[in-house]
T-cell receptor, first 114, second 113 residues
Framework: AQTVTQSQPEMSVQEAETVTLSCTYDTSESDYYLFWYKQPPSRQMILVIR??????QNATENRFSVNFQKAAKSFSLKISDSQLGDAAMYFCAYRQEYGNKLVFGAGTILRVKS | NAGVTQTPKFRILKIGQSMTLQCAQDMNHNYMYWYRQDPGMGLKLIYY???????DKGEVPNGYNVSRSTTEDFPLRLELAAPSQTSVYFC????????????FGPGTRLLVL
């Protein structure tokens, strides 16, 4: 079974600075998808970024980018120019290529200091 | 286009009571899912459906039932509520398999006392 591990229960960053959230996963599959979801205090789950394992290029979405290391099974999220609105719980998630089930990590709380 | 909607937002149940959590989507998505999120934890899949009339168990299905009579609706039934079912429940949907991303509802917070 696939597992997703987020080793940082909590992280802090100064406003306008850059922070990186870590995620590792375990799978025997060669093709799959990885996601980062943001969960603010409202508890809504918001998709931040998605990476297809067959793509070598790292995904980017404005201030958010990933460092996808397939051989190391690592999928970190970098947030540049951090803003107060970035404060939330961030979840890393895995999905098989033709599967429908998301496997989530335990999450990382990100605090942004002004 | 409301996306994925869930009702109620919050509910308190007594042990042994039953209730149905409602979920609806207006995006014509084939796939729908129910997750639960316990405090400080990631989401775990309870049940999912790949289309009307088709449902399957996820990782933690015990104590729950689902049905999918229409494409739009995917209710989750709790029979004989237990304190261990205190959690936040999220419904999600996606168009199909492949590259499709799951879109989440706002969640239902359930407290069983």
């Amino acid at each position: 079974a696939q597992t997703v591990t987020q080793s940082q229960p909590e992280m802090s960053v100064q406003e306008a600075e850059t922070v990186t959230l870590s995620c590792t996963y375990d799978t025997s599959e060669s093709d799959y998808y990885l996601f980062w979801y943001k969960q603010p205090p409202s508890r809504q789950m918001i998709l931040v970024i998605r990476q297809e394992a067959y793509k070598q290029q790292n995904a980017t979405e404005n201030r958010f980018s990933v460092n996808f290391q397939k051989a190391a099974k690592s999928f970190s999220l970098k947030i540049s120019d951090s803003q107060l609105g970035d404060a939330a719980m961030y979840f890393c998630a895995y999905r098989q290529e033709y599967g429908n089930k998301l496997v989530f990590g335990a999450g990382t709380i990100l605090r942004v200091k002004s | 286009n409301a996306g994925v909607t869930q009702t109620p937002k919050f509910r308190i149940l007594k042990i042994g009571q039953s209730m149905t959590l409602q979920c609806a989507q207006d995006m014509n998505h084939n796939y729908m899912y129910w997750y639960r999120q316990d405090p400080g934890m990631g989401l775990k899949l309870i049940y999912y459906s790949v289309g009307a009339g088709i449902t399957d168990k996820g990782e933690v299905p015990n104590g729950y039932n689902v049905s999918r009579s229409t494409t739009e609706d995917f209710p989750l039934r709790l029979e004989l509520a237990a304190p261990s079912q205190t959690s936040v429940y999220f419904c999600a949907s996606s168009l199909a398999s492949g590259e499709e991303t799951q879109y989440f509802g706002p969640g239902t917070r359930l407290l069983v006392l």
